[in-house]
């Protein structure tokens, strides 16, 4: 048996941070675990995300854009997904096939059935067991991205966070972060629709609490899946 974890949300909602944190709790307790990011996450996705992010590509096509996202999500799960999850592991995504429906399908208006058939061609049907969902407002994530990288623990402590993991760089302002609000919005409102359509899959988080507290609870969403998981050694 298998667990694959999808984070989701608007821009600066902190799922860098909480992929993290959730990677860095189990690693600490022995079980298999790795930490990826879409787009992304192989060399070829790397490669494909600079493309996808390059402030300069203002004349980059809709369907480019899909096709390019679709591209680096076949790589990723053709090349650690996949493996990854048919040997007993478990994998944590930051962002995955969910991003495409809010961002492209929602955010620009494209036809949700045939994002779906394209995604289903990348990822060869894999769905994730369990999408965590950090609930922000478009206007208050992106104000986070814009401020320094520390936020307040529940003790009021200052922490550094969204700080470089293996294979996952910091916050970037990339070619889709600078559309405007009003698209951004449509990509928080596209993510609770989907919410609304498959709840068992997602589970809603409050991302304006503090970082530890989300971890903590994440950590004990994703607990009494684990006992499918056979920890190392
Ligand atoms: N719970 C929190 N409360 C306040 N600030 C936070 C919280 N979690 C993260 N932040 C801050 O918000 C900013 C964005 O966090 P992070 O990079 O984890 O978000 P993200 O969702 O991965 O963003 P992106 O959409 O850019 O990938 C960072 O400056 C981080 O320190
Ligand atoms: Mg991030």
């Known amino acids: 048996?298998?667990?694959?974890?999808?984070?989701?949300?608007?821009?600066?909602?902190?799922?860098?941070?909480?992929?993290?944190?959730?990677?860095?709790?189990?690693?600490?307790?022995?079980?298999?675990?790795?930490l990826t990011r879409e787009p992304g996450g192989t060399r070829i996705g790397e490669l494909i995300r600079r493309i996808l992010v390059d402030l300069q590509h203002t004349e980059m096509a809709p369907t480019t854009e899909i096709l390019l996202f679709s591209a680096a999500r076949a790589q990723l799960v053709s090349e650690l997904v996949r493996p990854y999850l048919d040997a007993g592991g478990i994998v944590l995504c930051d962002r995955y096939a969910d991003s495409t429906y809010a961002y492209q399908g929602y955010g620009l208006n494209r036809d949700l059935d045939e994002l779906r058939a394209i995604t289903s061609i990348a990822t060869g049907g894999l769905q994730p067991d369990l999408t965590?969902?950090?609930?922000?407002?478009?206007?208050?994530?992106?104000?986070?991205?814009?401020?320094?990288?520390?936020?307040?623990?529940?003790?009021?402590?200052?922490?550094?966070?969204?700080?470089?993991?293996?294979?996952?760089?910091?916050?970037?302002?990339?070619r889709l972060d600078a559309r405007d609000l009003a698209y951004h919005q449509r990509v928080a409102n596209g993510f609770r629709e989907l919410m609304l359509h498959e709840p068992e899959r997602w589970r809603r988080m409050d991302a304006r609490l503090p970082v530890d507290e989300l971890a903590r609870t994440i950590a004990e969403v994703v607990e009494p899946l684990l006992e499918r998981i056979t920890p190392l050694n």
């Open 1 to 34: 048996m298998s667990l694959f974890v999808t984070f989701e949300g608007p821009e600066g909602s902190g799922k860098s941070t909480q992929a993290r944190l959730l990677y860095e709790h189990l690693q600490a307790r022995g079980y298999p675990v790795i």
């Open 132 to 174: 965590i969902y950090l609930d922000i407002s478009a206007e208050e994530g992106l104000e986070r991205k814009r401020q320094p990288r520390v936020s307040r623990t529940s003790t009021g402590k200052l922490v550094a966070a969204g700080l470089p993991t293996p294979n996952v760089s910091p916050p970037e302002w990339n």
